[in-house]
């Protein structure tokens, strides 16, 4: 026994070695360069100095630039709450939908997947401009209630919904959404169903069932929907920078700036690590949430 554990721990092993060594390489060592450039000086256009500074740190948390974080934080936790609204109906219904149609559904959800984001932003683009579709439809119905009323309404106007937070909290809720179905439905299905049953015999009613039996058991896909909606918003780039504008800037886009445009390298690198700090806490603030009950219990 002894000597087959010592064979499955070196086939455990070199099985782990490939994959590791792909995370070390080109991950952990990219992401230490950059947290390296944290703390670095520009020295000419090319040139960065590792003097160990944490003036870039400081210039990060300066009011300008605090104010974008807090705004990105804002925008995100829309973006999850709304996901959550609407994500949390759509995973009951597929949980309690016949086993023939269940398959469907989650495609359905995870078919968005198959499509590269840009080509899913700019057909966002195409329904939200001017002369989008919504505009176009809205166009038609004012034209008809113009004509019925005598032109009482007067000159036309299209929606603004282009270029301003509401695109881009539109665009992050269409992207971000399967991320919060998905671990939702996760724990609804397995739910104990005669909880929901017993409930129901009870005369909870239907309503205060969902709220008082089926949302508590379904925390822990709450708490995985919420963070991994959450992080994957706050640093969204390419949703802000096409449907946002200037006026709806994202902390990911002024990262961007700063490495491209600004060639201020050190600065971008510290910008993008309160991020990773953030998501740190993050994550380190559901574990204390999950671990919580079952201390209680014990």
Known sequence: MEQSWRQAKSMFAAMLSVPLFWLVVFFMVPLGIVWLYSFGENRG?????????????????????????????????????????????????????????????????????????????????AVLREQGYINMGYHWGFDIVNGLTGGALGEFHALPLMYNNFAVVFGLVFVNLPFMILPLYSTLDRLDRSLLEASLDLGAGHIRTLFNVVVPMAGAGIASGILITFIPALGSYLTPDLLGGADALMIANVIEAQFKRANNWPFGAALSFLLVYMTFIAIAVQGLIERKPAGSRS
């Open 45 to 125: 256009l090319v040139d960065i100095a590792f003097t160990g500074t944490w003036s870039n740190y400081a210039r990060a948390l300066e009011w300008d630039n605090l104010a974008i974080f807090l705004k990105s934080i804002g925008i995100a936790a829309i973006t999850t709450a709304l996901c959550l609204v609407i994500g949390f109906p759509v995973a009951l219904a597929i949980t309690f939908a016949p086993e023939k149609v269940k398959p469907w559904l989650l495609l359905l959800i995870m078919l968005p997947f198959w499509t590269n984001l840009l080509i899913r932003t700019y057909a966002l683009i």
